[in-house]
């Protein structure tokens, strides 16, 4: 099966809208749901549309759902979540074992959250916001509530990309962005941490693809990519997630109010209008 997902969805109206016409539009079989922004009817986006619905775990922006009195590490007291990804890293190297305690509760609460919304015959699937997961304190903590919480997962997301398929297309050697390069080699290593935590819980993903073209998400490179992936996928029996992220917003339609964004660049880039326009064309005509 191959799964191309939307994050980002329940920012805001527009952007959500977005994300929406490319649902309808037939491409997207994946969602990923903030669930400390605007609230997501998730009966109605599953009963419309058939598609598979994850838990956008956020511990970068918006508000904390756990008390902001008992995670003053991750959270102000207005409760406003305070630190990227790279913040994150950083406690994790310098004060782990506060954040373990304090990451804990705040992906309890919002665990517990999409639990009491979820549909009782959707699947609990889960990813994050930034991929902060990945960080070993951070993973380490979301397994724990997993297991304490007794969730049946159905599908994390781990956000490494096997670098075979870039390697035999050339003809892309020259349009990876240098960012989205450092951002893979730092997941990859990341997951060499967290790789023989998982093996033991035994946690179900797939392979995935989104973020070396991040933001250069086109038709062009995904016709020559997925391909390749799907004869891996094929090999070794595994499903495939791609990553788009289509819910672009202009500049005058901001409406972000008091909700703590600290990546507005990032929605409001052109970018995210190119992705969105790819998906578009690919619901046009099949990718090869």
Same mark, same amino acid.
């Given at each position: 099966?191959?799964?191309?997902?939307?994050?980002? @969805?329940?920012?805001?109206?527009?952007?959500?809208?977005?994300?929406?016409?490319?649902?309808?539009?037939?491409?997207?079989?994946?969602?990923?749901?903030?669930?400390?922004?605007?609230?997501?009817?998730?009966?109605?986006?599953?009963?419309?549309?058939?598609?598979?619905? #994850?838990?956008?775990?956020?511990l970068?922006?918006?508000?904390?759902?756990?008390?902001?009195? $008992?995670?003053?590490?991750?959270a102000?007291?207005?409760?406003?979540?305070?630190?990227?990804?790279?913040?994150?890293?950083?406690?994790?190297?310098?004060?782990?074992?506060?954040?373990?305690?304090?990451?804990?509760k705040?992906?309890?609460?919002?665990?517990?959250?999409?639990?009491?919304?979820?549909?009782?015959d959707?699947?609990?699937?889960?990813?994050?916001?930034?991929?902060?997961?990945?960080?070993?304190v951070?993973?380490? #903590?979301?397994?724990?509530?997993? $297991?304490?919480?007794?969730?049946?997962?159905?599908?994390?997301?781990?956000?490494? $990309?096997?670098?075979?398929? &870039?390697?035999?297309?050339?003809?892309? &050697?020259? #349009?990876?962005s240098?960012v989205?390069?450092?951002?893979?080699?730092?997941?990859?290593f990341?997951?060499?941490?967290?790789?023989?935590?998982?093996?033991? &819980?035994?946690?179900?993903?797939?392979?995935?693809?989104?973020?070396?073209?991040?933001?250069?998400?086109?038709?062009?490179?995904?016709s020559?990519?997925?391909?390749? @992936?799907?004869?891996?996928?094929?090999?070794?029996?595994?499903?495939?997630?791609?990553?788009?992220?289509?819910?672009?917003?202009?500049?005058?339609?901001?409406?972000?109010?008091?909700?703590?964004?600290?990546?507005?660049?990032? &929605?409001?880039?052109?970018?995210?209008?190119?992705?969105?326009?790819?998906?578009?064309?690919? #619901? $046009?005509?099949s990718?090869?």
């Amino acid at each position: 099966m191959i799964y191309f997902c939307a994050d980002d @969805y329940g920012l805001n109206e527009i952007s959500s809208g977005n994300i929406q016409q490319c649902i309808d539009k037939g491409v997207l079989n994946k969602v990923s749901v903030f669930p400390n922004f605007d609230r997501v009817d998730l009966h109605k986006l599953h009963n419309n549309n058939s598609i598979r619905i #994850s838990l956008h775990l956020n511990l970068v922006e918006g508000k904390c759902m756990a008390d902001a009195g $008992e995670i003053d590490l991750l959270a102000d007291k207005n409760g406003n979540l305070k630190h990227t990804f790279i913040g994150l890293l950083r406690l994790n190297l310098l004060h782990a074992r506060k954040l373990e305690t304090q990451v804990y509760k705040e992906i309890k609460a919002q665990v517990l959250f999409w639990k009491n919304i979820l549909p009782e015959d959707v699947p609990f699937c889960i990813d994050s916001h930034q991929h902060t997961h990945m960080i070993p304190v951070v993973f380490k #903590s979301l397994l724990k509530v997993l $297991e304490d919480e007794k969730i049946n997962l159905e599908y994390m997301r781990i956000p490494t $990309e096997s670098i075979l398929p &870039y390697v035999k297309t050339p003809s892309l &050697y020259f #349009s990876h962005s240098a960012v989205n390069i450092i951002k893979q080699w730092l997941l990859n290593f990341l997951w060499l941490l967290d790789k023989k935590r998982a093996e033991k &819980y035994n946690i179900p993903t797939s392979y995935f693809f989104g973020i070396l073209f991040s933001g250069r998400m086109d038709e062009k490179r995904i016709s020559k990519i997925l391909p390749k @992936y799907v004869k891996m996928a094929e090999k070794h029996g595994k499903d495939i997630e791609v990553l788009f992220h289509p819910g672009y917003m202009n500049k005058s339609e901001i409406d972000f109010k008091d909700k703590n964004i600290a990546f507005k660049d990032f &929605y409001l880039s052109d970018n995210r209008k190119t992705e969105f326009d790819s998906v578009i064309k690919i #619901s $046009e005509r099949s990718v090869p």
